[in-house]
C-alpha cells in the first residue's frame, strides 16, 4: 500500500511540474507575441493556453466551461489564436477557474479531439480594439439572391457522378471539383481558348438568374463563361486574380449549399475576410476584381462573427470579443464570367497581363548620370504635364490648410516665389503678399494666366529671380520629380538662394510612407474615389519640377549625397542605392514598393498624339481601337523616407530647419535663411 501511495504521489508531483513547465512555456509565448505579462499573484483575468479559436476551441464550449466558477465580464478569443483571455467579475472567482482548470484536459466539442488547458493569472488585458473593415472598392455581396427551392433546382442540375466529362470539361482538383460550361478554363496558363467555345453553353436553368443579374444592374453583359465549383470542408482555392486578359469587368459568383468565408487581399498587404452566406451573390467589379486576390483558405473550419453566426453580409471584424467557430460543410459555387474579346486597358497595369508586355518596352531605367537624369525627367515629367495639363489643373482646387496657414503667417507685403506653381492656386491665398509663380509647363503657366495671375516659365534649378530677393519661397510636390540625389539638393539650395537671410521655405514631398502611426493617407483612402480624383496626390498641389538646365555637379555635392545615403541607413530606410534598375510602374492608390517609379495618369479628354509618351495598351498607334482607349501617360517619382528631406537640407550651411512634419503621405520642411 505505501509502495502504492508513493507511485501515486511521483506521478502527481511529475504532472505539477508538467503543468508548471507548460504554464511558464505559455508565459513566454504571450511576452513574445503579445507584449502582456504573467502576473505572480492572484487577479480576476486569466489566459487559457490550449482554449483559443487557432486550435479549435469555439466560444461557446470555452463560455460554457469558464462560467461554472463565476461571473464573466470579459471572454475575449483573438483571430488564428491557441489562447483566450477571460475576466471575472472577483479575484476569488478567478482563484476558484484556475484550481479547477490549470492542467485539466478537456475534449473539443467540434472535432473529438483531446487538449490541456494550461492557466497564468494577468494584472490586465490590453487587446486593441478592431475597426471594423470596409469591403474593397468595387465589391457587393447581395443576400438571398434565389429562394431555397431556387437553390434546391440549380444544385440538383450538375450531375457530378459522371465522372470526366469532355463536354463540360468537368475536372477533379486537387482541391476541389470543377465543371466549366461555355468555355474550359485552363489552369496550365491561367486563361482561355476563345476560339474553343464548349458545345451546349452555359445550363438554360441559369437563364432566369442571370437574367435578374442583368435587370438589377449587378452585370452588364450576359455571361458566356461558367465555373463551377464543389468544396468539401477542408478544401479551398489559392488566392488568385481571375486573369485580366480572359474575362472582362464584372465577375459574380453564387454560393450554395453553405456559407464560406472568402479572403480578399490588396499588394499592399490588406486583408479583408469576407463572409458569403448560402444563396448570396458575390460581385467583383473594378478595383476588387483587377486588383485585389480572392481565395478561400482549405480548413474544417472558419472563423466568424459569434453574434451573428455566420448570417451577416460582409466583413469579418477581428473582434476578439465577437469571434468562434464555424463548422463548414459542402459548398457550390457557380462563377459566371464573359470571356474578353480585346486586350484590357484596365487602370492597374502592374497586375494586367494585357499591359505588361507593353511596360517592358516603354519602362526606362535609372539614371546613371546627368544626362541619363535630365533626358529621364524630359520625356517622364516635362513633356508629361504639358499634355495633361488642363486634366491635371481640373483635379487641382483645394489649397491644403497647412500650406495656407504658412502662407497668412506671412508679414503682409512680403515677396513670395512659388516654385513650381502648376495651375497657381496658391498664388491669391493671401492678398497682402506679392506672389509671384513659375514652372516648367508652359500649359500650366498659362493656366495661371488665365486667371490673371502672375507667373513666368523658367526651370526650378536656374530660376531667373535675384539672390536675396525673396522673403519666402514655397515648392509644393516638385522636389520629388528629380531622378538623383543631386539635383534634388541643388533644387533646394537654388530655394535658399532667392531667400533674403532670415527668409523661410515650406517644402513638400511625396513619402514612401504612406500609411504613418497607424494612420492611412489621403492617398490610399481615396480608392472609392472619381475617377478625377484618381491621380491626384496627397497634398492635392502635384506642381512641376522646372528641371531642364543642368547644375554644376561639385565633388562635394557627390560626398554630400553619398553621406546622405549613409544617414538615411542609420535610420532604418530601405532605400538603396541603385544600379541597373528598371523603374517600376506603380499601382495607384497602393502603398510604395520603391523610392523611384513611374505613376500613371489616365488622361481625360485627349487623345493621343504623335511622340508622347503615353501607353494605349497593344493597339497600335493610330487604329481604331486605340483612339477608344483613355490614354495614360507615366510620371516619375522619387519618394521620400522618413528623415530624407530633412537630412538633404541640412546638408546646406546656408539653412537651417526650423520645423519637419508629416502631412498626409507627404514629409515636409519649413527651412529658415541663415
Known amino acids: 500500500m505505501e509502495l502504492k501511495a508513493s507511485k501515486e504521489h511521483l506521478e502527481v508531483q511529475k504532472m505539477k511540474k508538467k503543468v508548471l513547465r507548460k504554464q511558464v512555456r505559455a508565459q ?39 462560467e461554472e466558477y463565476g461571473l464573466v465580464e470579459t471572454l475575449l478569443m483573438p483571430p488564428s489564436k491557441p489562447y483566450s483571455f477571460v475576466k471575472y467579475g472577483t ?134 463563361q461558367l465555373t463551377v465549383n464543389q468544396y468539401e ?165 483645394s489649397p491644403w490648410p497647412q500650406i495656407v496657414e504658412f502662407l497668412r503667417s506671412l508679414p503682409k507685403g512680403s515677396i513670395v516665389a512659388d516654385v513650381g506653381c502648376g495651375n497657381g492656386k496658391y498664388l491669391g491665398i493671401n492678398e497682402g503678399l506679392y506672389m509671384v509663380g513659375c514652372d516648367r509647363s508652359k500649359n500650366l503657366v498659362d493656366i495661371c494666366g488665365e486667371k490673371n495671375l502672375e507667373a513666368f516659365v523658367c526651370d526650378a534649378l536656374s530660376v531667373p529671380m535675384r539672390s536675396s530677393s525673396c522673403d519666402a519661397c514655397i515648392s509644393i510636390a516638385v522636389i520629388h520629380h528629380f531622378s538623383t540625389a543631386e539635383r534634388r539638393l541643388a533644387t533646394i539650395r537654388e530655394l535658399a538662394r532667392l531667400l533674403r537671410p532670415g527668409g523661410t521655405a515650406l517644402i513638400y514631398v511625396w513619402a514612401m510612407e504612406q500609411e504613418y502611426k497607424n494612420q492611412k493617407s489621403k492617398y490610399l483612402k ?19 519640377p522646372l528641371s531642364d538646365q543642368l547644375p554644376d555637379s561639385s565633388s562635394q555635392d557627390a560626398v554630400c549625397s553619398d553621406r546622405l545615403l549613409s544617414d538615411l541607413k542609420d535610420k532604418g530606410c530601405d532605400a538603396k542605392p541603385i544600379a541597373d534598375y528598371t523603374l517600376p510602374i506603380h499601382t495607384n492608390r497602393t502603398s510604395f514598393h520603391s523610392q523611384d517609379l513611374l505613376v500613371p495618369w489616365h488622361l481625360k479628354g485627349g487623345s493621343k498624339k504623335k511622340g508622347e ?12 481601337e486605340s483612339q477608344k482607349l483613355s490614354p495614360v501617360f507615366h510620371r516619375y517619382y522619387h519618394v521620400f523616407c522618413e528623415g530624407e528631406l530633412e537630412a538633404v537640407c541640412r546638408s546646406l550651411d546656408c539653412v537651417r530647419v526650423q520645423r519637419s512634419y508629416y502631412d498626409q503621405g507627404n514629409w515636409c520642411v519649413v527651412l529658415e535663411k541663415l
Open 28 to 66: 513566454h509565448t504571450l511576452m513574445r507575441h503579445e507584449g502582456i505579462e504573467c502576473s505572480s499573484h492572484a487577479t480576476q483575468s486569466l489566459v487559457i493556453a490550449n482554449a483559443g479559436l487557432g486550435n479549435g476551441m469555439s466560444r461557446h464550449q470555452l463560455l460554457r466551461t469558464v
Open 91 to 224: 479575484t476569488e472567482e478567478a482563484k476558484k477557474a484556475f484550481d479547477a482548470l490549470n492542467g485539466k484536459e478537456v475534449t473539443l466539442e467540434d472535432c473529438g479531439r483531446n487538449i490541456v488547458l494550461y492557466i497564468n493569472f494577468l494584472e490586465k488585458v490590453f487587446w486593441k480594439k478592431s475597426v471594423p473593415t470596409s469591403l474593397p472598392p468595387g465589391l457587393m455581396v447581395i443576400e438571398k439572391i434565389i429562394s431555397p427551392e431556387e437553390e434546391r433546382r440549380i444544385l440538383e442540375s450538375i450531375d457530378w457522378i459522371g465522372g470526366e466529362d469532355t463536354q463540360n470539361a468537368q475536372k477533379t482538383l486537387k482541391h476541389r471539383r470543377v465543371k466549366h460550361f461555355g468555355y474550359e478554363f485552363h489552369y496550365d496558363n491561367n486563361n482561355v481558348d476563345k476560339d474553343k467555345p464548349l458545345p451546349g453553353g452555359l445550363p438554360e436553368i441559369c437563364d432566369p438568374f442571370l437574367e435578374k443579374c442583368l435587370k438589377q444592374g449587378y452585370i452588364k453583359h450576359k455571361p458566356d
Open 233 to 397: 470542408p477542408g478544401q479551398g482555392i489559392p488566392p488568385h486574380i481571375d486573369t485580366h486578359s480572359a474575362f472582362e469587368d464584372e465577375i459574380i459568383s453564387l454560393s450554395l449549399g453553405a456559407e464560406i468565408v472568402m479572403d480578399f487581399k490588396h499588394p499592399d498587404g490588406n486583408t479583408v475576410a469576407i463572409m458569403l452566406p448560402r444563396c448570396s451573390l458575390l460581385v467583383m467589379a473594378g478595383e476588387s476584381r483587377y486588383l485585389w486576390t480572392h481565395g478561400i483558405t482549405p480548413r474544417k473550419y472558419d472563423v466568424i462573427q459569434a453574434s451573428e453566426l455566420g448570417q451577416k453580409i460582409g466583413t469579418i471584424t477581428a473582434d476578439a470579443g465577437d469571434l468562434t467557430l464555424n463548422r463548414r460543410e459542402t459548398r457550390t459555387s457557380f462563377t459566371f464570367r464573359k470571356v474578353r474579346k480585346s486586350p484590357c486597358n484596365c487602370i492597374y497595369p502592374s497586375v494586367c497581363d494585357s499591359q505588361k508586355g507593353q511596360q517592358s518596352r516603354v519602362q526606362p531605367s535609372f539614371p546613371h548620370n546627368e544626362m541619363e537624369a535630365s533626358k529621364l525627367e524630359q520625356e517622364y515629367v516635362h513633356r508629361v504635364y504639358e499634355e495633361i495639363a488642363t486634366h491635371f489643373s481640373s483635379t487641382r482646387h
Open 526 to 544: 481615396e480608392k472609392n474615389g472619381s475617377k478625377d480624383k484618381e491621380e491626384e496626390i496627397n497634398t492635392g498641389t502635384a506642381q512641376r
Open 613 to 624: 509618351n503615353v501607353d494605349t495598351g497593344l493597339f497600335p498607334v493610330g487604329s481604331k
